[in-house]
């Protein structure tokens, strides 16, 4: 099979923003505690109580913004827990994830810490299920606020003289579920009511983000956008694929071609819920001030056999590293709209990057897409045409190949293809259209030949990337040899 890819380098359109590289890290299952804090004290090398080992990892992935403390988790989270000395704080029933007590030894001062480590942008998540407009005031005071205040005082004796710089502060999770299971036009209300105090102290300008929709809830989106669009700077949409029902999601490591096609036609679904989100937007922005924020996505699937059912933690194939390359090109397309996307998660959770066990570490499939697309971050998208070709299967078709292309500040072209075909290679003839010749091409891909191909502690590596060079050039077109199932990445210069 081949097909033709025309990529219009002296057509951009527009930025393609870094924060939809961004990561979601709630107090669920061992991504908290375990995967990133092991504390102080911890056999495991670790820097004011984060691991080294998870640290470096992440740091090669260019966070740019990490969510926090939840998900479901903030709809019931008290901060004032989470701050002292933590031999001194409250410890809780994590209700929503396990049962199992939080003793609230990652808090603020700890997430900052972890912020600044990684040198990513903080995204509070506030509590409107079971919090009070005074906690989530105060909260933003103590965390920004440098003037004389009860909140700064606080603060300052807890061993941070200065306020931290805080950009993202979502009012509520899932208002719509777990954060109070309201209807848009109460959360609206509230909403309006919550964020008027959360306030801007000194030079800190806070971007506030109400809660959206779930999945294809328009009329929730219809109802946000009408009631307090302008009192809002980012509306959020959450969306996960499940391959099956939410009751029997099927398992991570399904090595049947039936589940890896399910759940590549259920990630496409995101073009048509933001396709759809966004049209709703547009008609009470058209301006699209206000950022589409993605701020929960990625595959949930069954609990890996013999875990906590409430800890949500599954394995992460090639399947996974498909979803990835699938979601990243959607989002380009929608760079003026979608502001920012959060995988969920980011350590030991759901589509997680990085998976540990006790002392030892493992990068997914889906980390080494994060570390081949880190190059579009703040690129130019670039215009792209290609024939529709399809892959099928049992009677439905699907794109064989998605493409996205951008330029950056340096001049350099990447190229990203994700081919979801998984039983036939594909030949792509790639040609960039507006250059006048090509200096250099260098490549990388991951791949797999079994569909439920994955790392292990016993084997790291087993899915990893590789340098790809099968290719030959032709005057400003390469014809690519792309194998089944793989998604790879081209530097052009």
């Not at 380098?9 to 979601?24: A, L, Q, R, V």
């Not at 590293?321 to 502001?339: K, P, S, Y």
């Not at 190059?375 to 078709?397: C, S």
Request: negative net charge; glycine residues 8%.
């Amino acid at each position: 099979m081949s097909i033709n890819v025309n990529v219009y380098t002296d057509f951009n359109e527009g930025k393609i923003s870094k924060h939809i590289y961004g990561h979601f890290s709630e107090h669920l299952g061992r991504c908290i505690y375990e995967g990133i804090w092991v504390g102080e004290d911890s056999e495991i090398p670790n820097i004011d109580g984060i691991r080294n080992d998870v640290l470096a990892a992440l740091k090669e992935l260019n966070i740019p913004v990490l969510r926090w403390p939840g998900g479901c988790f903030a709809d019931e989270y008290h901060w004032k827990d989470g701050i002292g000395p933590r031999e001194k704080r409250k410890r809780m029933v994590n209700t929503h994830w396990g049962g199992v007590v939080e003793n609230n030894h990652f808090g603020t001062h700890e997430f900052m810490r972890l912020c600044e480590l990684l040198d990513t942008e903080p995204y509070i998540c506030g509590n409107v299920g079971s919090g009070t407009v005074q906690e989530m005031s105060e909260w933003v005071e103590y965390m920004t606020f440098g003037g004389e205040s009860p909140m700064s005082a606080w603060r300052q004796e807890n061993g941070q003289k200065d306020p931290w710089k805080l950009k993202y502060f979502g009012v509520g999770n899932e208002n719509w579920g777990c954060g109070g299971n309201m209807r848009p036009e109460y959360y609206a209300d509230l909403y309006r009511r919550y964020q008027t105090y959360v306030r801007n102290y000194g030079d800190n300008k806070i971007y506030r983000i109400a809660g959206g929709a779930n999945v294809d809830d328009f009329n929730w989106t219809d109802v946000l956008m009408r009631e307090a669009a302008h009192l809002m700077d980012g509306l959020s949409l959450h969306y996960y694929v499940v391959p099956g029902e939410w009751s029997n999601k099927g398992s991570a490591l399904d090595p049947k071609e039936e589940a890896w096609f399910r759940t590549m036609k259920k990630s496409f679904h995101m073009e048509t819920l933001i396709s759809k989100h966004a049209t709703i937007m547009n008609k009470y922005d058209p301006e699209k001030r206000i950022g589409m924020i993605i701020d929960e996505w990625g595959t949930w699937f069954d609990v890996e056999p013999g875990t906590n059912p409430g800890f949500l933690f599954q394995q992460n194939t090639i399947r996974d590293a498909l979803v990835a390359g699938l979601h990243f090109n959607i989002f380009h397309e929608h760079n003026d709209r979608v502001h920012m996307a959060n995988i969920a998660q980011m350590v030991n959770v759901l589509q997680a990057m990085i998976l540990t066990e006790g002392d030892k570490m493992i990068k997914t499939p889906t980390y080494h897409v994060f570390n081949m697309y880190k190059v579009h971050q703040d690129a130019e998208r670039l215009a792209i045409k290609q024939p529709e070709d399809t892959y099928e299967f049992n009677g439905e078709a699907l794109p064989r190949v998605s493409t996205t292309a951008s330029q950056n500040s340096n001049g350099e072209i990447n190229v990203s293809l994700c081919h979801i075909n998984p039983r036939e290679e594909t030949t792509v003839s790639l040609n960039l259209q507006g250059l006048t010749e090509l200096n250099h091409v260098t490549g990388s891909i991951i791949t797999a030949s079994e569909l439920n191909a994955h790392n292990t502690f016993e084997q790291p590596h087993n899915v990893r990337t590789e340098a790809y060079s099968n290719f030959t050039q032709h005057g400003t077109s390469l014809e690519l040899t792309v194998p089944p199932a793989s998604v790879l990445t081209l530097t052009i210069s």
